[in-house]
């Protein structure tokens, strides 16, 4: 079991590492005094179960995962949980979260991984094929989309709008790696990049179209907050106090549990974790963990680029997809360019449900990514080398 180890992949797990070490020193640092030590403990039980789950998976045969009906139990498991965590009380205005004593279970957090098995599967199964629409694929192919679009509208009426937008960024990319052709994915990029940069343009004239300000719907505050959140004060001191995190922090930061920001901010260890690390740590130490997720994302696409198996490769893009946008949707609210959304940051905020998911993915990629390392050389005289490495 252990021999597998030499074959581990360390620009992966080595920032994996790193980050998750930070994370439950931030997590603790981050929460109020009251319930610092409470949320510590349940970090390192995270990272404990997490870096269980990673190694698990590192040894696993991924081939099993193939199995057709068994990722259809794993969604309709999750679609059950989901619909569980739907008729659960709401918190902070959205429902997705199953109470389970001192912990919580958030089934949206796995639904991302599992939606990247669902359709690697599909997509290596049924991939797309030179001068076939998309829409003639996807018309033949019409009951295979029904349980995980059945997912995805449990997680709009929530409203879970964040992990949402996640899973769907997540299934379109593994659509544009399976085959579409680069014109198709270029020009959808370029739609997606045009939609980013006119977000509060066409925020403010839908706005203006149904009169938006003043509602009490939960989604629209938040949204009406994003294009003005000096508006009303009260109602976006979550975004206003993360801007005065980050800038009380600088370039070094106050120091490791000197914040001055975290008791007025809401999720202070969780959402908004980033703007306590920056107020505490400062900017470099935050550009530091960007560059540490970054290397992974990057090394995951390298690794996808080089798989032959299109399984394997969608699974790669599908998990660097998850943490790229995941970060991004984070960072996004916390520095208000993107409407905040209540999503976690990865491997660093405070959570068992997105730890867990997060690191059964990187055990995931590391598993494979181990079948494509290079067999070390060994002189053809070193018998005892040889035989160890078999």
């Keep these: 079991m252990f021999k597998k180890i030499r074959k581990l992949d360390y620009w992966i797990a080595v920032p994996f590492a790193i980050l998750s070490a930070l994370g439950v020193v931030m997590v603790f640092s981050a929460s109020l005094t009251s319930s610092a ?3 510590f403990y349940k970090q390192l039980l995270f990272v404990f179960i997490g870096w269980l789950g990673a190694f ?7 081939s099993n995962w193939r199995n057709e009906k068994w990722i259809k139990i794993m969604m309709f498991g999750i679609i059950t949980l989901l619909v569980i965590a739907r008729i659960m009380p709401a918190v902070n205005g959205a429902h997705g979260w199953i109470p389970l004593g001192i912990i919580t279970l958030q089934p ?22 030179p001068g076939i629409k998309i829409s003639r694929q996807s018309i033949s192919q019409v009951s295979a989309w029904f349980l995980p679009m059945t997912s995805l509208f449990l997680l709009f009426i929530m409203p879970d709008n964040g992990n949402m937008i996640i899973a769907a960024i997540i299934v379109f990319t593994i659509i544009l790696a399976a085959g579409v052709s680069k014109k198709v994915t270029v020009i959808w990029f370029s739609i997606a990049g045009i939609g980013f940069g006119l977000l509060q343009p066409i ?8 009169h938006l300000t003043g509602s009490k719907h939960y989604g629209i505050l938040r949204l009406i907050n994003f294009v003005n959140p000096w508006a009303d004060p009260d109602q976006s001191r979550q975004l206003l106090y993360g801007y005065y995190a980050i800038a009380h922090g600088g370039l070094f930061g106050v120091g490791l ?3 001055l920001i975290k008791p ?16 505490e740590l400062g900017a470099i130490v935050t550009m ?8 992974i994302i990057t090394r995951l696409i390298i690794l996808g680029i080089r798989q032959k198996s299109q399984y394997q490769r969608l699974i790669m893009y599908g998990v660097a997809t998850l943490l790229f946008t995941q970060a991004f949707v984070n960072l996004g609210g916390v520095i208000g360019v993107l409407p905040i ?3 976690v940051f990865p491997f660093i905020s405070g959570g068992g449900s997105s730890y867990i998911a997060f690191s059964a993915a990187i055990g995931l990629t590391l598993n494979i990514a181990a079948k494509q390392k290079k067999s070390p050389v060994i002189h053809p005289n070193d018998t005892v080398a040889r035989k160890d490495y078999k």
């Design 341 to 343: 959304t209540g999503v």
């Design 264 to 279: 007025y901010l809401p999720e202070s260890n969780t959402d908004f974790i980033m703007a306590v690390m920056t107020e």
């Design 37 to 39: 030590m409470l949320n």
């Design 288 to 295: 530091i963990v960007l560059v540490l997720l970054l290397v």
């Design 257 to 259: 549990g000197n914040s």
């Design 56 to 62: 698990a998976l590192f040894h696993f045969n991924i």
């Design 108 to 129: 949206a957090e796995f639904l991302k991984l599992v939606l990247i098995f669902y359709f690697a599967d599909f997509f290596a199964e049924h991939p797309w094929q």
């Design 203 to 210: 925020i403010n004239l839908v706005d203006q179209l149904f």
